[in-house]
């Protein structure tokens, strides 16, 4: 159903259009690479990220769905990237959990502001092993482990299909790469 018509923006949208956006720099004498897989790439980022001053550069938003089909997302801590995925920790009793259960699939979103860049990835999702989610568990603060049985941990690994590196530019001739999965290995595209 369309919403209601309203003749005059309201005071909210004005504001909000009026707040800055891309107001980050590309990273000084940073040339976008297209290495032939994604993984090396986005670790180059990350730190990069980290060394301009990105605070918590791995915190990230996941995208799920639950089980009507409806997507859900919340900010995730990223626990680890290499070419088995990236990697993901949380309760089993979680929403996401049953929802990843259910339907074994994600998407993971990062912004970096001061470097206007950001990454999007896509895949299916698989649990890690017992002995990995009990790692991932103990290597917690005491704080963080207080209260969760080695059982309740889970470890959740995103096998990346497509990975997105979007470096923003203030002129706005913004760059996307794009890798996607084939079965002889990425195909890399450059999209405006
Ligand atoms: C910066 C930040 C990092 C977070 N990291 C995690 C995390 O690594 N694991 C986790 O279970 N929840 C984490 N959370 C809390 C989740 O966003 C979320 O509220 C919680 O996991 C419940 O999500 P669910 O109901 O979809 O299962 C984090 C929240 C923030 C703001």
Do not use: C
């Amino acid at each position: 159903m369309p919403t209601e018509q309203r003749s005059r923006p309201s005071e909210m949208s004005a504001w909000l259009r009026v707040q800055p956006s891309l107001t980050g720099a590309v990273p000084p004498g940073e040339a976008v690479e297209r290495p032939d897989d994604p993984v090396p790439l986005f670790r180059k980022w990350i730190t990069t990220a980290a060394a301009t001053g990105v605070p918590e550069p791995h915190a990230m938003t996941l995208a799920t769905l639950d089980l009507d089909g409806i997507p859900d997302a919340r900010t995730l801590i990223l626990k680890d990237v290499d070419e088995r995925g990236w990697a993901f920790a949380s309760s089993r009793s979680s929403r996401k959990a049953a929802q990843l259960d259910a339907h074994p699939v994600a998407a993971l979103n990062f912004w970096w502001q001061p470097v206007l860049r950001a990454v999007r990835v896509r895949g299916r999702i698989q649990e890690a092993s017992v002995e990995e989610s009990a790692a991932d568990l103990a290597a917690r603060s005491a704080e963080a482990r207080a209260g969760v049985a080695p059982g309740e941990w889970v470890l959740w690994r995103l096998l990346a299909t497509r990975v997105e590196f979007w470096q923003g530019a203030p002129d706005r001739h913004h760059t996307r790469i794009v890798y996607d999965r084939t079965d002889a290995g990425w195909s890399i595209e450059e999209q405006a």
